[in-house]
Nanobody, 124 residues
């Protein structure tokens, strides 16, 4: 069993920055990839970013490239999503997820464990 707890969301203004955190427990965190997804009101959950077990070569959705940075600290069992230059269209619940396997993937169906989500609201 894996437990994921997100934090760091909030109400911000366009152009601001946020850092979301996801604390993991329950399995060997450093051996597995991790991912972030988001779901806006009335929309389907969408891929945001994923990262390999060692933090190398993060993959980003086109909509967030250049503004989002995904990193991890295996010593702290935590992944971080730095979000810069926030836009109103970034408003969503952001979810941290752990895949069934060890490889990073953009597909939500490949993720077995999900956090409860953290709300990010960006006002214009």
């Amino acid at each position: 069993q894996v437990q994921l707890v997100e934090s760091g969301g909030g109400l911000v203004q366009a152009g601001d920055s946020l850092r979301l955190s996801c604390a993991a427990s329950g399995r060997t965190f450093s051996s597995y990839a991790m991912g972030w997804f988001r779901q806006a009101p009335g929309k389907e959950r969408e891929f945001v970013a994923c990262i390999s077990w060692n933090g190398g070569s993060p993959v980003y959705a086109d909509s967030v490239k250049g503004r989002f940075t995904l990193s991890r600290d295996n010593a702290k069992n935590t992944v971080y999503l730095q979000i810069n230059t926030l836009k109103p269209e970034d408003t969503a619940v952001y979810y941290c997820a752990a895949p069934r396997g060890r490889m990073p993937t953009i597909w939500a169906s490949e993720y077995r464990y999900w956090g409860q989500g953290t709300q990010v609201t960006v006002s214009s």
